[in-house]
């Protein structure tokens, strides 16, 4: 079983409470069949109830955070896994001859494949592939002066549109390391180097772009690969054509940024997010998390009573050339859980027909509302959209949520011949024509998955805490890290990785390094009110303008309070200022709760996700209970 996820696979192991099931079938989205383990008896359970299986012997593998691992690292075990892949894919049994295959492409034992896949089964992330450190980790085999040849005879004389051979490559190697008094490499290495250029970049260099364009981006009639739910998940952003109020005197901010996640197969909307800030590779990790993540919680807290049964991962992404997913947290983020990211080819719309349909449809929903743009300045003509606006963010929110999970999901869709809902069901539960997937696998912690789309720092521990964007943070927990020093270097303090959430800087975020788990650290100094990290940014700007050449954490907070005064001031003249104000204190609730300290409860502003009542009641007090109609089964079969 997965260790980052809650799988219902008939045969998984789960875990209710202190009951460990097995689970036989799956009924509807919410519930599955299972068999306590033991026993014959077999109930039906609630799915938001089960956890992952805590067996001590699932729990083999504990992952680095992404962002300490070298790039190169990380794109050699990329490589490793896309060879494997086939391999962990297959439904039949592995035939020998493909694992010896897979074995010398990689230069690994058979034993080693059969090895790699166990591990990956059971902790269900790529980092399991990371090598372990060497003793002469650092060391270079070769030099500077042998790697810069081996670079240029193969630039020059392998990658040209005469094709020549290897040997071609070793004979230039030989003698440019004769005429600059080099040790000459093995030739093996050379051959390893051009086996490290992509099978891509060899046709594209030695044949034609053109040719190699047709070998790995063909043209299908249909969406390649979309051939059940989350198998391809289209995202995009759009200024909604819709102006919306502040929440204190109803006054019109601006249009709203609107990230949506739609699953091709089904055209259902998995996830979204309504921002009042322009797209960044923080609020689409946050649309993402949406969409993996179950819908429950988030409901309940924005007052939608409606089953949104969609979560689980996708295997793709598919988007146009958006910098957030180009060497960010959120594109490793995406590797780390084998999300495959797709960028749109430039000049081919084609490619974004579905998400690109799907805001059109949206769009001319949102014109029947009070306060639309409508879609140009024609067809708005003397419409005073600001002067109609009634909606604020969070209600606007609400109302697309209703849209898209009430009314949208069991409306027909031509381009199916279906409903969005009706196809989604037979993905999961199968048709006549169609086998179904199952219901996908939850996360099992979705607190540490939705951390990994949030930004982060490197940073040392003090005796006064740790210091980020001159705030300083502290709790007992840094207590065994303060002053230590780095262990590959005793000269150096050593760095941990802290993440935080941009909207609220009350507290950080702190990985341990000893439980591999992220430790919430508050403020230092308790008294702050609450930030985000566009105030502090601005409030420095401001001191440096000034003419403060030191900026400290007292005089930040002084000219934060400062720029908050005539925000006030200006808060009925100006939207900008408006603007800023609704982004500070009326924060969107998160697609799941970060796990707060008692400071964040103590100093949450109105209507913030912090201030909703940590507990919740169970309407279901007999989860488990006998299902009706099913038999029960022999324990020895």
């Known amino acids: 079983?997965?260790?980052?996820?809650?799988?219902?696979?008939?045969?998984?192991?789960?875990?209710?409470?202190t009951r460990r099931l097995?689970?036989?079938?799956?009924?509807?989205?919410?519930?599955?069949?299972?068999?306590?383990?033991?026993?014959?008896k077999v109930v039906r359970v609630l799915v938001r109830y089960l956890s992952a299986d805590s067996n001590?012997?699932?729990?083999?593998?504990?992952p680095p955070d992404l962002v300490t691992v070298d790039a190169a690292e990380w794109g050699a075990v990329v490589e490793r896994f896309t060879k494997l892949k086939p391999l962990i894919d297959a439904t039949t049994r592995r035939n020998l001859s493909d694992v010896k295959a897979v074995a010398e492409s990689l230069r690994v034992t058979p034993c080693t494949i059969y090895r790699w896949i166990e591990k990956y089964q059971k902790a269900g992330r790529l980092s399991v592939f990371l090598r372990k450190p060497r003793s002469d980790c650092g060391e270079k085999r070769l030099s500077e002066p042998q790697e810069a040849i081996i670079q240029k005879a193969i630039e020059t004389k392998y990658l040209t549109a005469e094709k020549p051979d290897v040997e071609t490559v070793i004979e230039e190697v030989r003698l440019l390391c004769s005429l600059n008094q080099v040790k000459k490499p093995h030739d093996n290495t050379v051959r390893n180097r051009i086996n490290e250029i992509s099978e891509r970049t060899k046709i594209a260099k030695r044949r034609s772009k053109k040719i190699a364009a047709e070998i790995f981006e063909?043209?299908?009639?249909?969406?390649?690969?979309?051939?059940?739910?989350?198998?391809?998940?289209?995202?995009?952003?759009?200024?909604?054509?819709?102006?919306?109020?502040?929440?204190?005197?109803?006054?019109?901010?601006?249009?709203?940024?609107?990230?949506?996640?739609?699953?091709?197969?089904?055209?259902?909307?998995?996830?979204?997010?309504?921002?009042?800030?322009?797209?960044?590779?923080?609020?689409?990790?946050?649309?993402?998390?949406?969409?993996?993540?179950?819908?429950?919680?988030w409901l309940r807290e924005l007052d939608v009573n409606?089953?949104?049964?969609?979560w689980g991962k996708m295997r793709k992404i598919h988007l146009d050339n958006a910098r957030e997913f180009r060497g960010t947290v959120v594109g490793r983020a995406c590797e780390e859980y084998d999300i495959t990211v797709e960028h749109r080819p430039k000049g081919q719309p084609r490619y974004g027909g579905h998400v690109e349909r799907g805001f059109r449809t949206f769009m001319r929903r949102a014109h029947r509302l009070k306060g639309t743009t409508f879609s140009n300045v024609a067809e708005k003509q003397e419409y005073d959209a600001e002067g109609r606006a009634i909606l604020t963010r969070k209600e606007l929110e609400r109302w697309f949520t209703i849209y898209i999970a009430k009314y949208y999901p069991h409306k027909f869709h031509r381009g199916i011949k279906n409903t969005p809902m009706a196809k989604y069901w037979e993905g999961i539960h199968g048709s006549e024509n169609q086998i179904g997937i199952g219901l996908p696998a939850r996360m099992a912690d979705p607190h540490a998955f939705m951390l990994e789309f949030l930004p982060f720092e490197s940073r040392t521990v003090q005796e006064y805490g740790v210091v980020l964007n001159w705030i300083y943070y502290y709790d007992d927990a840094l207590r065994p890290w303060i002053k230590s020093k780095d262990p590959n270097n005793s000269k150096e303090a050593r760095k941990f990785l802290v993440r935080f959430n941009p909207r609220d800087m009350?507290?950080?975020?702190?990985?341990?390094p000893?439980?591999?788990?992220?430790?919430?650290?508050?403020?230092?100094?308790?008294?702050?009110?609450?930030?985000?990290?566009?105030?502090?940014?601005?409030?420095?700007?401001?001191?440096?303008?000034?003419?403060?050449?030191?900026?400290?954490?007292?005089?930040?907070?002084?000219?934060?309070?400062?720029?908050?005064?005539?925000?006030?001031?200006a808060e009925r003249k100006t939207k900008k200022a408006r603007r800023a104000k609704e982004k500070r204190e009326q924060q969107p609730v998160m697609p799941t709760r970060i796990r707060k300290s008692p400071l964040a409860s103590a100093l949450a502003p109105p209507n913030s996700m912090a201030a909703l009542a940590e507990t919740q009641e169970d309407d279901d007090n007999e989860v488990v209970s006998p299902?009706?109609?099913?038999?029960e089964a022999d324990i020895d079969e």
């Not at 079938?25 to 599955?32: H, L, P, R, W």
């Not at 009350?506 to 341990?512: A, M, T």
Request: hydrophobic letters at 45%; a negative charge; aromatic letters at 10%.
């Open 306 to 310: 409606v089953e949104w049964p969609c």
């Open 514 to 569: 000893v439980s591999k788990t992220f430790i919430t650290i508050p403020y230092r100094d308790r008294s702050h009110p609450p930030v985000s990290l566009w105030e502090v940014l601005a409030a420095e700007r401001k001191l440096r303008e000034k003419g403060y050449k030191n900026v400290n954490e007292a005089l930040l907070f002084e000219a934060l309070l400062e720029m908050r005064d005539i925000e006030e001031e």
């Open 506 to 512: 009350r507290e950080i975020y702190f990985l341990d």
């Open 56 to 62: 001590p012997k699932s729990q083999v593998f504990v």
């Open 218 to 297: 063909p043209i299908r009639g249909h969406f390649p690969g979309a051939d059940y739910p989350l198998a391809v998940v289209q995202i995009d952003h759009t200024p909604m054509d819709v102006i919306v109020v502040d929440e204190h005197d109803r006054l019109p901010i601006d249009r709203p940024y609107l990230t949506i996640v739609i699953d091709v197969f089904s055209r259902m909307i998995i996830g979204f997010a309504i921002y009042l800030e322009k797209p960044s590779a923080f609020t689409t990790g946050l649309a993402i998390s949406h969409a993996v993540l179950p819908k429950e919680e």
């Open 22 to 40: 097995v689970v036989v079938d799956c009924e509807g989205f919410d519930a599955v069949i299972a068999r306590e383990l033991g026993t014959t």
């Open 627 to 631: 299902a009706v109609g099913i038999v």
């Open 1 to 17: 079983m997965s260790a980052t996820e809650i799988n219902f696979v008939p045969g998984s192991i789960v875990r209710k409470g």
